[in-house]
């Protein structure tokens, strides 16, 4: 048997060098934040909300109204809040829609608030919550326009 050899020049060593130690803690390092980065992002997107309403009760008062009873628990209880409420016909149209301020309190809030309605409603509930509070409702000053 023969074995073939390859000329050196043209192909290169056959045998692998190590890489020098600080290309490898420079790669581990950018490796390290990378992944840092990666989860901090991942945190922030899919952790927790700062702030959170559910619809904890509804009643149908009548055809142009319905009383909702929405709980709110924020992250930090004395800031005050905005919540949008809605009611929806038994087709899933929605009938009606209302900002509701949320007054800082100590801990999770339990508040309750009439929405008047465009025709019958079937369904009262919490659209969403924010921190971001519209300033007609921070205020005694009604919206013009």
Known sequence: MTSQRLPEGRYGSRARGQARPGVR???TGITVVVLLGLSVLGYANLG???IEGKQTAFTIDDDSSVRITLEVRRDDPRRPAACVVRARAESGD????????IQPADD?????TVLRTSARATIGEVYGCTYNVPEYLSTWTRPTG
Do not use: A, H, N
């Open 108 to 112: 999770t809030i339990r508040q309750e």
């Open 25 to 27: 803690w420079l790669l």
């Open 94 to 101: 929605e009938v009606g829609r209302k900002e509701v301020m």
């Open 48 to 50: 927790s909300t700062p």
